[in-house]
């Protein structure tokens, strides 16, 4: 029973037949062959943004990093979530690719920070005083650390505090399709179209082997990007491997599909630990992610049985058997109903 995360299970198989597909041959390297050409083309189509850049690299952190990195200079403040990844998650990556830009917490809740908390943050730096960072980019983690979605209302809302600050905003998308399938939206309704810059299109989360595609609807810094990319040594020269994955990714709407089907795992899920006397869920649960509170006693019985997840909150070793621990359970796209099915039953038993 795993729900430790979405990046722990299998890759999708037309994924794998993808990927065997495209190791015939001989092509040109470093995104100059057709399978990259091609990739690049589909995921514009699926934003319907022809003119946007398309790039490819292997983890969420480069991506991220990257594309602030091509927006901040060193002595910008890069505004973001309290427990966003880009602060928590991903070793100071985006400080060390941008060279010293500050990461600077914005809002007072765990998982959303509203336009009102940014003003007030990005207003408190004077760009003109040499003592203090100046105001950089925003980032916004869509699906949040703790599993809530921004609406389009709230991310226009953000777009315009930030373009207001004469910034640009990125949206941190490695869960981008359980948030798209949750609000019943396009991906260039809840990217460009809401005042997003840049995106970080997920896809290890959602079944692929190893790709997150940056993608620039203002194509202004793209040439940076790469620039940084290369010296961060993250230009693959075989991204052909890259490409195959995400082209069948967006084939079919295949990750919307796997999207759905984690997302519908984790809402079955998040119904029967609801109805578990002993537990109380934390956040909403909007998308493929649970959190809730549950006595130490009910976490050791859990993890005996053989469930794994994560405490966010605690340490399952102590005296106390009722003191209360806060789990995160993730539902991925190979999470079946079976699954969480036994997870229930040793939960109730």
């Known amino acids: 029973m795993f729900f430790a995360s979405d990046n722990t299970g299998p890759v999708h198989p037309k994924v794998l037949e993808a990927i065997a597909a ?26 319907d943004a022809p003119e946007a850049e ?3 690299v292997t983890t969420g952190a480069a991506a991220n990093s990257l594309i602030l990195a091509s927006w901040a200079n060193p002595w910008s403040a890069i505004f973001c979530g309290r427990y966003a990844h880009i602060h928590d998650g991903e070793g100071n990556s985006p400080e060390a690719f941008s060279d010293g830009a500050k990461l600077t917490l914005v809002g007072a809740a765990e998982d959303k920070f509203t ?44 777009a315009d505090v930030t373009h207001g600050h004469g910034q640009k905003l990125h949206m941190d998308g490695a869960r981008f399709a359980n948030a798209v399938v949750a609000l019943g939206v396009s991906a260039a309704e809840m990217s460009w179209r809401a005042g997003v810059d840049a995106v970080t299109f997920g896809g290890t989360k959602n079944g692929l082997m190893g790709v997150e595609t940056a993608v620039f609807f203002d194509p202004e810094k793209s040439w940076e990007f790469q620039r940084r990319r290369k010296r ?8 052909r491997y890259l490409a195959a994955q995400v082209s069948t990714y967006l084939e079919n709407d295949l990750w919307l599909e796997l999207a759905t089907k984690a997302n ?40 005996d049985a053989g469930v794994q997840y994560y405490i966010e909150r605690g340490q399952l070793q102590g005296e106390d058997p009722e003191e209360l621990l806060l789990a995160r359970f993730v539902c991925g796209c190979t999470t079946s109903i079976e699954d969480v099915d036994q997870f229930l039953d040793v939960l109730n038993n």
């Open 232 to 239: 961060a040594a993250h230009l693959l020269s075989k991204s």
């Open 115 to 158: 336009a009102a908390e940014l003003d007030t943050s990005m207003s408190a730096w004077d760009p003109g005083h040499l003592n203090n960072a100046e105001p950089g980019p925003v980032s916004i983690t869509q699906v949040a650390e703790w599993g809530t979605i921004y609406t389009l209302d709230e991310i226009r809302a953000i």
């Open 54 to 56: 398309v790039f490819f």
């Open 22 to 47: 495209a190791n015939k041959g001989y092509t040109l390297p470093y995104g100059n062959d057709p399978i990259t050409q091609t990739a690049r083309d589909n995921v514009r189509e699926v934003f």
């Open 264 to 303: 519908s795992s984790a809402a079955r899920l998040c119904q029967g630990i609801a109805a578990f006397s002993d537990a109380t869920i934390a956040f909403p649960c909007q998308a493929n992610l649970v959190f809730a509170w549950m006595p130490r006693r009910v976490h050791r019985g859990m993890i």
